[in-house]
């Protein structure tokens, strides 16, 4: 049996259902990434590459890994720039590939994308797919997704309550090789890369010594390296609780965002590493419960994602409440990107997003909410600047926080922050608005 791979946001060999449910008979493997022009292409709210500056050499990097870790295992991968539905069907013809696998998503464009291929697929190839993304498989909830509670808490306690995480996969030690006449590619440079889909060159990933961000680099080596580095070594996890809403540093919080985003790292491989970090520790602690509660809200953004399907993304709110009415103006936006609002909180935390890719969870829910209720802007305009900007872009935290904040999610409540109080709470000394006065 062959099979062609399409890997997507699973760029990892550990807890990777993809790869545990090759049969031992499976002659050839191949593994494909199609770096697709529309996906990473323009958004149309902002016309600015939705992969940018940050993200594009940071997944460069975790496919430079990736490429290396199947190598070691007898594999390789063959890169494409190209539409999934143009280019796959080909490469099946080509290696003889009985059936394309895939790891399952959960937002509509990604849908469409699937919907396209599946049509452009010959009958006698079939589309499977696997689910690998979150900690719960959709399909084990003991609802039907279309009766997942519109809150948070009752989904938690309602829900997740009935259910249990199903333990991370293992990593293959052996994979198939690749077909006949098939042999690795070469990973495009990001020059080469923007040249092919009609961007702009990057300037190339400088680091700077103010990032949050552990200075590892994109993949699954360096994943696993952070999570032992985290929750091991440094036994972080026990005080995740107190530093969690802090801004500067790399140990505030666990940073794990970039890896979880395209896949490298698995949200059952942190969720094993905190049931291991009790067993040692005795006890479960705040931070260890705290910690497995951000990762429930992840899997409830997607999870609500599914459920609503294109409403997910519209200005309305999921109980069709409207939002609060806006003053559209470019200029105000504009200013809001480049930290040049006035609010020196807010200037900093967006100062470090453009230089960095990276905003803590208290500074995004702050600038968010400055955009939206004090410079009346539309949100939609903020989660395409997020989506441009963020180095741990994904589709469902990003825009189910963003309809959270505008009051257009599953709460009706007024979501407003205020900032300056927030500023005086998180950043008493001014560290943090001193540390990013400079662009
Ligand atoms: C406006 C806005 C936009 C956001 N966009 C994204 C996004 O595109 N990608 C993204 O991964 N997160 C997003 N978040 C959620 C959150 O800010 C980041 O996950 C977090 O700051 C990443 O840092 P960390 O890994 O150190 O998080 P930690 O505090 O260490 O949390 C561990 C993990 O839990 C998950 N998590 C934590 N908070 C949230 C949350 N509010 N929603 C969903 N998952 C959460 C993340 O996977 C995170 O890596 C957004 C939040 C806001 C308010």
């Not at 992969?51 to 997944?59: K, V």
């Not at 077909?179 to 009609?198: D, K, R």
């Not at 910690?291 to 294109?310: C, H, M, S, T």
Request: proline content about 8%; some cysteine.
């Amino acid at each position: 049996m062959t099979v062609l791979y399409w890997l997507r946001n699973d760029l990892r060999l550990h807890d990777n259902a993809v790869l545990t449910a090759l049969p031992p008979h499976a002659t050839a493997l191949l593994p494909v990434y199609c770096f697709d022009p529309v996906a990473m292409g323009p958004d149309p709210y902002l016309e600015l590459p939705r992969t940018g500056p940050h993200r594009l050499p940071f997944l460069l990097e975790t496919l430079a890994d990736l490429q290396q870790r199947y190598a070691a295992l007898g594999s390789g991968i063959h890169f494409v720039v190209g539409r999934p539905e143009e280019e796959l069907p080909a490469l099946a013809r080509q290696a003889g590939a009985e059936a394309i696998w895939a790891s399952a998503e959960h937002t509509t464009e990604e849908w469409e994308t699937e919907d396209a291929l599946e049509a452009a697929l010959s009958p006698k190839v079939p589309l499977r797919f696997f689910e690998t993304l979150t900690l719960l498989r959709p399909h084990d909830l003991p609802i039907p997704v279309r009766s997942l509670p519109y809150s948070f808490s009752k989904f938690r306690f309602d829900v997740f309550s009935k259910m249990t995480v199903r333990p991370a996969e293992p990593a293959p030690s052996q994979l198939p090789p690749l077909p006949t006449g098939f042999t690795p590619t070469v990973l495009p440079t990001a020059a080469a890369l923007a040249a092919a889909l009609g961007q702009p060159a990057p300037v190339g990933r400088l680091r700077d010594r103010r990032s949050a961000l552990p200075a590892l680099g994109g993949g699954e080596t360096a994943a696993l390296a952070r999570l032992h580095d985290y929750a091991v070594e440094r036994h972080l996890i026990g005080r995740y609780d107190d530093t969690r809403n802090q801004l500067l540093g790399e140990a505030f919080s666990t940073k794990f965002s970039p890896w979880l985003a395209n896949g490298s790292l698995s949200a059952r491989q942190i969720w094993a590493a905190i049931d291991d970090y009790d067993a040692t520790h005795g006890a479960r602690s705040k931070g260890a419960m705290q910690l497995r509660l951000e990762l429930l809200w992840r899997d409830y953004f997607r999870l609500l994602a599914l459920r609503a399907g294109v409403d997910f993304f519209r200005w309305r709110g999921l109980r069709d409440q409207l939002p609060k009415p806006i003053n559209p103006d470019r200029t105000v936006f504009e200013r809001w990107t480049q930290g040049r609002t006035g609010n020196v909180f807010v200037d900093a935390n967006m100062r470090e997003l453009a230089a960095t890719g990276f905003m803590s969870n208290r500074g995004r829910q702050n600038v968010a909410s400055y955009l939206i209720h004090d410079l009346h802007q539309d949100w939609r305009w903020g989660a395409a600047w997020f989506e441009h900007q963020l180095i741990d872009y994904d589709p469902a935290s990003n825009w189910g926080n963003w309809k959270y904040i505008a009051g257009t999610g599953t709460d009706v409540r007024d979501t407003a922050f205020d900032v300056d109080q927030q500023a005086q709470r998180y950043d008493r000394q001014g560290r943090y608005v001193r540390t990013w006065q400079q662009p």
